[in-house]
T-cell receptor
């Protein structure tokens, strides 16, 4: 149980284009989903937290107009990197939790999306 | 806000030896401490977790200890095997907020 999928697994795009990444919880309803960015040999950097039907909460320093997050249902969240530039190239990972957030919640991670902007 | 420090950044052990990774956290309200294993190019996988009302938890070769007073928790892997080689992340969580340590790259030499 607790499987999270992510699509696409990798994408190469030209500078200036937009890229959409999907994150789905396959066997549970995700009350909250998270989007992380990970640079090579570094830790997971939280970009934003999203709840179904409400606006995402972005971490300090993350441009919400650059990284658009939509959490349309309890099983789907999308991250759109708008007008991508080479510095946006990274490994993007989503995670999901089905809990209420009261006692601290286990996050289940997607397989990640490797984005390369040329 | 919460800050999680993890040591060492790199750890190399001989197959069969034990490995210990240590983390400290700053927010005494954190109440959930998961450990994740990430192999190269793959997703982080939860390997063990502990809640603040428990001092120790064990699952086969893996154990985690928590000292709330010192705000310190550790991962212990016994009888290490080459397939244990990966990056390990500790994390401290309060509600939905989870802060990850910087990671420990573990090498298990056959």
């Amino acid at each position: 149980g607790a499987v999270v999928s992510q699509h696409p697994s990798w994408v190469i795009c030209k500078s200036g284009t937009s890229v959409k990444i999907e994150c789905r919880s396959l066997d549970f309803q995700a009350t909250t989903m998270f989007w992380y960015r990970q640079f090579p040999k570094q830790s997971l950097m939280l970009m934003a937290t999203s709840n179904e039907g409400s606006k995402a909460t972005y971490e300090q320093g993350v441009e919400k107009d650059k990284f658009l997050i939509n959490h349309a249902s309890l099983t789907l969240s999308t991250l759109t990197v708008t007008s991508a530039h080479p510095e946006d190239s990274s490994f993007y990972i989503c995670s999901a939790t089905g809990g209420a957030g009261v006692l601290g919640e286990t996050q289940y991670f997607g397989p990640g999306t490797r984005l390369l902007v040329l | 806000g919460e800050n999680v420090e993890q040591h060492p950044s790199t750890l190399s052990v001989q197959e069969g030896d034990s490995a210990v990774i240590k983390c400290t956290y700053s927010d005494s309200a954190s109440n959930y401490f998961p450990w994740y294993k990430q192999e190269l190019g793959k997703r982080p996988q939860l390997i063990i977790d502990i809640r603040s009302n428990v001092g120790e938890k064990k699952d086969q070769r893996i154990a985690v200890t928590l000292n709330k007073t010192a705000k310190h928790f550790s991962l212990h892997i016994t009888e290490t095997q080459p397939e244990d080689s990966a990056v390990y992340f500790c994390a401290a969580s309060k509600g939905f907020k989870t802060i990850f340590g910087a990671g420990t790259r573990l090498f298990v030499k056959a």
